[in-house]
């Protein structure tokens, strides 16, 4: 049995998940808050391009290491007209947002979201409204955005300024349609069969596009298993994902279970992949490919400390959820970060939500400073060194009980290795109150060689405050060498999160 405070994590090169596809480090941008005005867009700005947007976010944004985002919504697509983006600026209607009681001034639509997506070297991903609109609108912006020329909608996107189609290849079939705080929320069976209609509206535009539909807005949802179940009945044949959405925060000083999130994601997504692999043999699917998952929200957010958005006074892109993160959850976010890597056989797509001051890694300023909340960092590692292919790890840890989960392993491992270059990733959880000594195991990789540790640890405290998140880095731990090199030693400090790099001897 393994002591309190040791664990050993064995990595194997041969046994892996299969490939990190890149689109596991996607992001989230939606219409609400200051994510969009005064967040990536702000034409006043000093940093300002000429198109409006924020030169000093988009440093950040690359920073982070995002590779794909999500567009426009969230709640606020089940109200949007896209229309009502589009052409001159002066000339486009201000609208009041239902879903955060914002008024839209609609400056910022679709061809604008594609520039800066384009300039900045991310995939778009564009969600349609199948709350108050439905089947001819969603084809129609398909349109829009891809068709070249010779159309209605083409030649006005054209006219618009944009010569060339957007060609976007990833579209979202409306947004939490089985949550009742949805505009437009109805049943699993009625939204399955919208959403297969719109699927084959969409694709009969332009048949290489893939399609997420909604699942559950949170693994606690009373309908959750059974929406899952119905949607992919009426509209498996259409789709390629079905989506995950999850938010998680700390109840009440119960640290160990907030810890303990990536544990509750893992139970999440076996849950959902049993649910689709079920329904395929049930229902004898021809389709060639698995439908896999697209987790496009997930966060830590601080749910219960914000009211309802009925609550909200209605504003021009005031603040909305703006959550001043800690150490504490950047912890967290590694471990969920984890759990990701640990599915990506079937999570291909996962989205952090959001990007820019709404519970964002990102923060900023109007008209003034920018900075990168404790969450950044954590994201920004994984996204720089997980490459090539998920490898299984092998934990032996004492369990930690908890309020929430049940009992979960102290030590959470994930691992990437990279065929071509020989490159190594570890990322460790230590998600007990004491330090953990881990015996890293690495016996069936030739010539390993440790580059580098990095952590970050919750401190007693855990302040939430810009000051605090100015200073935060990921500090070096050491790695000692045992066994001849087929293995090393790491302490890591008491609920910390930490990444180690490798080189190795390439299979290539």
């Known amino acids: 049995m393994t002591e309190p405070g040791a664990a050993v994590v064995a990595l194997d090169r041969e046994h892996h998940r299969g490939a990190v596809d890149h689109r596991l480090f996607g992001s989230f941008v939606e219409h609400m808050g200051r994510c969009v005005y005064t967040g990536i867009y702000e034409p006043t ?13 988009s440093a950040l944004v690359r920073e982070l290491g995002v590779t794909l985002v999500r567009y426009p ?7 949007y007209d896209w229309r009502d983006g589009i052409g001159p600026r002066e000339q486009r209607p201000r609208r009041l947002d239902l879903a955060w009681r914002s008024i839209e001034t609609n400056q910022v639509g679709t061809d604008e979201f594609m520039s800066w997506a384009r300039a900045r070297g991310v995939e778009p991903m564009l969600a349609v409204n199948l709350g108050t609109a439905g089947v001819l609108d969603a084809a129609a912006l398909v349109e829009y955005c891809n068709v070249p020329e010779g ?9 618009n300024g944009a010569l060339k189609p957007h060609e976007v290849k990833l579209w979202c079939l409306g947004n939490e349609m089985d949550g009742p705080w949805q505009t437009g929320h109805t049943t699993a ?10 699927a084959k509206a969409m694709r009969l535009v332009d048949p290489d596009i893939e399609l997420v539909a909604c699942g559950s807005s949170s693994h606690d949802m009373p309908t959750f298993g059974y929406w899952e179940s119905a949607v992919l009945e009426a509209a498996g044949e259409h789709i390629d ?6 938010y998680y ?54 749910q219960s400390r914000y009211p309802g958005s009925e609550a909200m006074a209605i504003d021009i892109a005031g603040p909305r959820i703006e959550d001043q993160y800690a150490a504490l959850d950047a912890v967290v976010v590694g471990d969920l970060l984890s759990s990701l890597l640990n599915h990506s056989d079937r999570v291909k797509i996962a989205c952090l939500a959001q ?23 954590p994201f920004a590692a994984v996204a720089s060194a997980a490459r090539g292919h998920s490898l299984v790890t092998r934990v032996s840890a004492t369990e930690l009980a908890t ?10 491992a994930s691992a990437t290795h990279d065929p071509t270059t020989g490159d190594v990733a570890v990322f460790l959880t230590n998600r007990a109150p004491h330090p953990v000594t881990v015996d890293l195991k690495h016996s069936g990789f030739e010539r390993w060689m440790t580059l580098s540790a990095l952590h970050i640890a919750a401190d007693d405290r855990g302040p939430r405050d810009r000051a605090t998140a100015a200073d935060l880095r990921l500090t070096p731990l050491s790695v000692s060498a045992a066994e001849e090199g087929r293995s090393g030693c790491i302490t890591l400090p008491p609920h910390s999160w930490t990444v180690v790099q490798a080189a190795t001897a390439s299979t290539h």
């Open 45 to 57: 700005h000093p940093s300002a391009d000429a198109e409006g947007f924020r030169g000093d976010v």
């Open 73 to 79: 919504g969230g709640n606020f697509v089940s109200g």
């Open 151 to 159: 159309t209605e909608w083409s030649e006005r996107r054209r006219r």
């Open 189 to 198: 069976q009625r939204y399955g069969a919208l959403a297969s209609e719109a």
């Open 241 to 246: 994902y079905i989506s995950m959405h999850a």
């Open 249 to 302: 925060e700390e109840h009440d000083g119960d640290r160990a279970s907030f810890l303990a999130s990536g544990a509750s994601m893992d139970s999440f997504i076996e849950d959902v992949t049993a649910t689709i692999d079920a329904v395929a043999a049930r229902r004898r699917s021809k389709r060639r490919r698995k439908i896999n998952i697209s987790f496009d929200e997930w966060n830590v957010w601080y």
């Open 355 to 377: 990007l820019v001051n709404v519970i964002a890694p990102i923060m900023t300023e109007p008209g003034g400073a920018i900075w990168r909340q404790p969450t950044f960092h």
């Open 403 to 412: 309020r929430r989960y049940g009992d979960v392993p102290a030590v959470a």
